[in-house]
């Protein structure tokens, strides 16, 4: 079975810094669907950025961007020059080919200070 | 255009019960998905509907059931309500089946089992 690992519960960053969210997942697939998810507090959620694993290109999107490992099953979501904004709920998914179900982390809540 | 929509947003049973949810996609998107959220599992997968027809299923009893319409739109079904059943229930259209499709969430169901 598929699953995939937040290990961190929580995270916080300071406005405008850095902030690295870990994922990794456990798969014997070989083509699936990476994704990272936000989920703001009661609002709906929505997708961040995703990344096919035949792909060695880490996807980008403005300010978030992954480092896919696929060999050492790991995919996280760099989030630069911070924004309150991004106070949320981050969700690690994966999704393979053969099997069209999603599986996902159980979340990082992460926290921006001012 | 509107996004998905899911009624009702809150709704409270008592055990034994059942519950109908539904689920209308973004226009012109053919697949729904659902999905339950609780603190303690977090996000799982429970079923997916394409042009009527249940593509996957999660791992859940057979009280939790759904199917789609001819328009897309989407009900899930819950039978003899138990307290474990007290979640979020999110639906998330996409235009198609494929695995690479943006999933849309909607905002959920927030369902309380007493």
């Known amino acids: 079975a598929q699953t995939v690992t937040q290990s961190q519960p929580e995270m916080s960053v300071q406005e405008a810094e850095t902030v690295t969210l870990s994922c990794t997942y456990d798969?014997?697939?070989?083509?699936?669907?990476l994704f990272w998810y936000k989920q703001p507090p009661s609002r709906q959620m929505i997708l961040v950025i995703r990344?096919?694993?035949?792909?060695?290109q880490n996807a980008t999107e403005n300010r978030f961007s992954v480092n896919f490992q696929k060999a050492a099953k790991s995919f996280s979501l760099k989030i630069s020059d911070s924004q309150l904004g991004d106070a949320a709920m981050y969700f690690c998914?994966?999704?393979?080919?053969?099997?069209?179900?999603?599986?996902f982390g159980a979340g990082t809540r992460l926290t921006v200070k001012p | 255009k509107a996004g998905v929509t899911q009624t009702p947003r809150y709704l409270i049973k008592t055990r034994g019960q059942q519950v109908t949810l539904s689920c209308s996609p973004i226009?012109?998107?053919?697949?729904v998905s659902w999905y339950q959220q609780t603190p303690g599992q977090g996000l799982q997968f429970l079923f997916e509907?394409?042009?009527?027809?249940?593509?996957n299923k999660g791992n859940f009893p057979g009280r939790f059931s759904g199917r789609q319409f001819s328009n897309s739109r989407s009900e899930m079904n819950v039978s003899t309500l138990e307290l474990g059943d007290s979640a979020l229930y999110l639906c998330?259209?996409?235009?198609?089946?494929?695995?690479?499709?943006?999933?849309?969430f909607g905002p959920g169901t927030r369902l309380l089992v007493l």
């Open positions: 998330a259209s996409s235009l198609g089946a494929n695995i690479q499709e943006t999933q849309y």
């Open positions: 990344q096919e694993a035949y792909k060695q």
């Open positions: 798969t014997s697939e070989s083509d699936y669907y």
């Open positions: 509907y394409f042009s009527e027809t249940q593509r």
């Open positions: 998914a994966y999704r393979a080919y053969n099997n069209n179900d999603m599986r």
């Open positions: 226009s012109g998107h053919r697949s």
